[in-house]
């Protein structure tokens, strides 16, 4: 790791977000952060793009036919994202597609500092001061295709409101509650949610790879607490196998995809193997 990527990890970072945990959890590739303090890039959206070829109409018999000779698959009629393109020309450069692609990387390569955030945004008075002052609930991690999509110099593009903080997160109003949903009052086992008579909601762990800003899981997600530790998982398992009345389980979280392929697995091998569950959802 190169002495600027461990002045970078090193720097302020907010909440206890930790990378997936536990024996299965996969190994994550080497960190390659990008090296250039104040770059910036410009780049189109890719609303220029259409989603048909200029001239083609919905149904165009070329590709049918194309299709029915068993030829070649016809060519995405979309293009790249300028902006994604113009961000990785910028930041990581000398990151190859097989990187770039795998979610194990990405992951590993969440923007999650005020300083890193500085690198790639040109942050109003209000991210900054939401950086600066600490202690959110939520911690902030965005991934760098995510970044990617940010507009650089808009403080109000939506999905920069989605990922980035700002003061307004601090503020209590009376009657204002940390669990909006009630999801805790209908918790017989943590992690499990059982509001209704039929269903159940099991939150396989705590860990998103992009933290957005509205969660109303805030209270739980991103600060380690709720592992997928077998003891935990165990325990919300037999209670749907002692509660006959549940038929359908939704796995949520966090974001149980991030979760390594041999445990999520096992969830849900665990929740087909009970007789009155029908229906899995994830």
């Known amino acids: 790791m190169s002495s600027t990527t461990e002045s ?115 942050l109003s008075e209000e991210e900054r001061e939401a950086m600066e002052q600490g202690g959110l609930q939520l911690p902030v991690a965005i991934t760098p295709y995510y970044a990617s999509l940010l507009d650089p110099d808009n403080p109000d593009h939506p999905l920069r409101r989605m990922v980035v903080p700002r003061p307004a997160e601090f503020i209590h109003s009376p009657g204002e509650a940390a669990d909006p949903l009630g999801e805790d009052n209908h918790s017989p086992v943590p992690g499990l949610v059982h509001r209704y008579p039929d269903r159940v909601l099991l939150l396989a762990h705590d860990f998103c790879s992009t933290y957005c800003r509205y969660c109303t899981r805030s209270r739980l997600v991103g600060h380690g607490e709720m592992a997928a530790t077998p003891a935990r998982l165990e325990a919300a398992l037999d209670y749907i196998r002692r509660t006959p009345t549940v038929r359908d389980v939704l796995v949520s979280g966090g974001d149980p995809l991030t979760l390594s392929d041999e445990r999520l697995d096992q969830i849900l091998s665990a929740l087909r193997a009970i007789p009155h569950v029908e229906i899995v959802r994830l």
């Open 8 to 122: 970078v990890e090193s720097s302020f970072e907010l909440g206890l977000d930790e990378e997936p945990p536990g024996p299965f959890a996969q190994p994550l590739l080497p960190v390659i952060f990008p090296a250039s303090p104040g770059a910036s890039y410009g780049g189109s959206s890719e609303s220029s793009y259409r989603l048909r070829p200029r001239g083609k109409r919905k149904g165009s018999s070329s590709s049918d036919s194309q299709r029915a000779r068993g030829g070649p698959p016809p060519k995405a009629p979309w293009g790249p994202n300028l902006r994604t393109q113009a961000f990785r020309k910028t930041f990581f450069a000398h990151v190859p597609d097989k990187l770039w692609n795998d979610w194990h990387w990405q992951l590993q390569n969440r923007f999650r500092s005020l300083n890193q955030l500085e690198r790639i945004l040109r």
